[in-house]
């Protein structure tokens, strides 16, 4: 028991569970240990998860800023009038934003059964 003390200690430590100071018995100790560490296991998942997501979206706007910032360096290092610019840089935002949206259609389409994805596309076109 003594072993098994230290080691609940020890998860407890690691994990930043609260230890309480009273002895147990061993069965308790043991479902305390596994409770921790699956507690623990479960938001590192749940973090984890949400960190990938922010950081894809930050990929997506990283990439589109680079494409614009390029393409506005190529329009000012020809001299290319501001409104055509400005045409350029609305096209630009037209097409990333539907971009979005035509990836979050082709996910719901995916969703759907062969059948009803060809009665969509029938409809559509």
Known sequence: TQYLAAFHFAVALLTGADLPVTAG???????????????FLVCSTIISQIVVVMDRINQDRSEYLEETRAIRDFMVSRGMPLRLQTKVKRYLEYQYKSRKIVHQNHEVMMKLSPFL?????????
């Open 117 to 125: 994805r060809q009665e969509i596309q029938e409809f559509m076109n």
């Open 25 to 39: 018995p061993w069965a308790e100790r043991i479902f305390t240990i596994i409770m921790t560490l699956v507690g």
